[in-house]
């Protein structure tokens, strides 16, 4: 140790030594020769490895042990330096590590991008090796459950907006879940993967989950039947109390403090008005390692067949939770910093949103564009381009064909393929007049407008169209 001290000092006088130099402007023989000595003070010195750094280099992600079982579905690369590289497998592991090398402790922001998971595409059903998701995420250290709450509230309020159907919002929680592995039975070591088997019940009946965690995972028979007596329940804040009084699963600390977090959860989410569309599952477990405490996930529902029938889910379009864990995964200290979030699957409703208008045979709009400006005769670019000039500077979304004479009825047929709703054709006689005459595409009625009141015209027509692009 004195005679790394020593060296040590070597090394900074000759440091010192080479900067003087460079300071006096001295030969460059000279420098070369004293930074020669300074190269080998530095090579007999040796790296300290007291001193070694954990340093977050951007091209990895370490994705490994954050996943669970859908590790399997991570795409693995390697660079040509031979270091294992992997295509990001979603967004929060990302997320997570940008907080730690950035030293962030409070953030909330949204990020849409592509991910990519090596799984069996099933195009109908929204499933893709590549895909866009769409997250939401709060970190920072706050008072238990109102960041949980918002993300919740604005879960509801995207898939309400997209009108794509009736659905549910279903809740739990990772302390839940384990308190309750615990109770039943199950050791320390399955915990994950009786997990990644009990959150398969969306899919598969009691009994295919029950085989799998006693034939394929070898948990005890009597184990697996104590589980289903809690995952097979379901309900809203009155089951949460019925929870907190289970002579045995109240007994558990990490169940206990799980169930009263979801007591709270629900008292905001009441006053956020959504408590009807959240309903607390013991079933949903998320299958992703790196989830703490509250999980969700929002299913559509399709209608009954008979009255009386409970909705049956048709699949997730959004999920979250959260995982007070993962950014400390990246931290060189182990700083910890909360985070809780939300995943929509931008595909997966792109697909029922499809299927759907499929199904009803309704047209897709492929265009934002308000209006049309088209001409009803030949040599009327110039008042078509002015026009159209017009609408943009009053922020009217508007286009033209762009020919010098297009045909009127080709102008129109362009405006029903496209899902463009407004035709604003300009002809010798209106010219005259001073006015547009505006069609409606759908029922193609016509009305002369005058042209300073076009824009508020146009504006009050769109105002109350859904654009679906």
């Known amino acids: ?58 091209p990895k992600e370490t994705l490994t042990g954050k996943y669970g079982e859908d590790s ?62 769409c997250d939401f995420d709060i970190a920072g250290q706050f008072d238990p459950m109102i960041p949980d709450a918002e993300c919740l509230k604005i879960m509801c309020e995207i898939l309400s907006s997209l009108h794509i159907g009736d659905f549910l919002v279903k809740v739990n929680d990772r302390r839940i879940l384990d308190g309750m592995f615990a109770i039943c039975g199950v050791p ?82 009441t006053l956020f008005g959504i408590d009807d569309k959240i309903s607390f599952d013991l079933s949903l477990a998320r299958g992703l390692d790196y989830y703490t405490g509250v999980i969700y996930e929002a299913v559509l529902l399709q209608t009954p067949a008979q009255t009386g029938e409970e909705p049956q889910g048709v699949g ?28 929509i699957g931008v595909e997966r409703i792109f697909s029922i949103v499809e299927q759907r208008l499929e199904a009803s045979e309704e047209k897709v709009r492929t265009t934002e564009t ?31 064909i762009y020919k010098k004479n297009p045909k009127l009825l080709n102008q129109l047929q362009y405006c029903e393929e496209a899902g463009i709703p407004l035709v604003a054709i300009i002809g010798e006689q209106e010219l005259k007049d001073g006015v547009i005459k505006l069609r409606s595409v759908a029922s193609r009625e016509e009305v002369d407008v005058r042209r300073e009141d076009l824009v508020e015209e146009i504006k009050r027509r769109t105002s109350q169209s859904l654009c679906i692009c």
């Open 316 to 343: 997730s379009v959004a999920a979250g939770g959260r995982y007070d864990g993962l950014v400390g995964m990246f931290d060189p200290k182990g700083r910890k910093v909360p985070c809780v979030g939300l995943s």
């Open 72 to 133: 399997k579905l991570i795409y693995d690369l390697k660079d040509q330096g031979g270091e294992l590289l992997s295509l990001r497998y979603d967004l929060t592991v990302p997320f997570a590590r940008y907080l730690a090398m950035n030293k962030l402790t409070n953030i909330k922001r949204y990020h849409i991008a592509k991910v990519y998971r090596r799984d069996n595409p099933a195009m109908t059903r929204g499933r893709y090796r590549e895909f866009y998701q």
């Open 370 to 400: 308000q209006v049309l400006v088209a001409s009803a005769q030949k040599k009327l670019l110039e008042e078509r381009l002015k026009l159209v000039s017009e609408l943009w500077d009053a922020g009217i979304k508007a286009e033209l």
């Open 1 to 58: 140790m004195a005679e790394r001290v020593a060296l040590e000092e070597l090394v900074r006088l000759q440091g010192e030594r080479v900067r003087g130099l460079k300071q006096q402007k001295a030969s460059a023989e000279q420098i070369e020769e004293e930074v020669s000595k300074l190269l080998k003070l530095k090579a007999q010195l040796g790296p300290d490895e007291s001193k070694q750094k954990f340093v977050l280099k951007t």
């Open 188 to 269: 320390d070591s399955k915990f994950r993967t009786i997990c990644s088997s009990v959150d398969k019940l969306d899919k598969v009946s009691w009994d295919e989950v029950k085989n799998e965690m006693v034939g394929e995972k070898g948990l005890a028979p009597e184990v697996a039947d104590r589980i289903g007596d809690y995952v097979q329940q379901h309900g809203g804040v009155s089951l949460v109390e019925q929870l907190l009084q289970d002579p045995k699963l109240s007994q558990n600390k990490q169940a206990l403090e799980g169930l009263r977090d979801l007591k709270l959860l629900f008292e905001y989410l």
